[in-house]
């Protein structure tokens, strides 16, 4: 069974960031999703010191969405900070973002972090 987009209904799959050999799946997806282009310094750079904040979501075995994120401190308060996320088009509206964005909130809570900040890129497509 198909959903509106066209995109067969097998169950997401949530995983945690594991190790050195999905960095290039991550860096993909968000350089084809995201119009700012990132280093492999800067994925490493959050990705090394909080591989806790950093999600991916596969439907079957591509990966369909990523969230990756940091946390430390910003003047008095211990803050969490999404720096990418991305779900790729047919798979929007499916709640994909907000269970990544969930996972996310829910180590930075347990870590301490007192709120949690992100930046958004606005398209008019």
């Known amino acids: 069974?198909?959903?509106e987009n066209g995109a067969a209904m097998v169950p997401i799959r949530y995983v945690s960031y594991q190790g050195e050999e999905q960095l290039p799946i991550i860096m993909s997806l968000i350089d084809q999703e995201l119009s700012e282009p990132y280093s492999i310094f800067t994925y490493r750079y959050f990705i090394t010191l909080w591989p806790q904040l950093c999600f991916m979501a596969f439907h079957e075995d591509t990966c369909v969405g990523t969230i990756v994120c940091k946390m430390g401190?910003?003047?008095n308060t211990f803050r969490g900070y999404i720096a990418m996320l991305v779900v790729i088009k047919p798979f929007r509206g499916r709640g994909?973002?907000?269970e990544l964005?969930?996972?996310s909130?829910?180590?930075m809570r347990d870590?301490?972090?007192e709120?949690?900040?992100l930046e958004a890129e606005m398209h008019s497509d």
């Open 1 to 3: 069974m198909d959903d």
């Open 101 to 103: 964005v969930t996972r």
């Open 73 to 75: 401190q910003h003047r």
């Open 111 to 113: 870590a301490g972090c």
């Open 96 to 98: 994909i973002a907000t």
């Open 115 to 117: 709120e949690v900040t």
């Open 105 to 107: 909130i829910q180590n």
